[in-house]
């Protein structure tokens, strides 16, 4: 074997080692693992770690081990305070704790998840963007 070759061998053998060292574990989630809805459209983490998704069903806050979905189509309104929610973006409050959504339908809402209830929140001026740019 020649030089270039034994160079271009020992290359080669050192990549694979190194993908197979830095190899990760993906996980994928979706309505089977409790997500309200395959499509999300936006996502926050907040202070304390939770994922929060905006899907077209709902919004949804993932632990790290199980989902809790809001808004959701399949609830009942007494459950959170709302018949169906089509999410489009969230925003951390600045307490930390609550979540502002942006729905399709303009509407914007405070999600307070101590009692898990979502007060509608009327604009000044309709024509301002949600989040702010």
């Not at 959701?72 to 929610?85: K, M, N, Q, V, W």
């Not at 502002?100 to 998840?113: I, M």
């Amino acid at each position: 074997m020649e030089g270039y070759q034994k160079l271009i061998l020992t290359i080669l053998l050192i990549t694979a080692g190194a993908n197979i060292a830095y190899s990760q574990n993906i996980r994928t989630y979706d309505v089977t693992s409790g997500l309200s809805a395959n499509t999300i459209k936006y996502i926050l983490q907040d202070d304390k770690g939770y994922i929060w998704c905006a899907t077209s069903d709902g919004l949804n806050v993932f632990n790290g081990t199980t989902f809790r979905s809001y808004g959701c189509s399949y609830h009942s309104p007494r459950e959170d305070g709302i018949t169906a929610l089509n999410a489009l973006s969230l925003l951390q409050h600045k307490d930390g704790q609550k979540i502002w959504v942006s729905t399709q339908s303009s509407t914007r809402l405070l999600f307070d998840p101590e009692p898990e209830t979502f007060h509608s929140i009327e604009l000044a001026n309709r024509s301002d963007t949600f989040p702010p740019p």
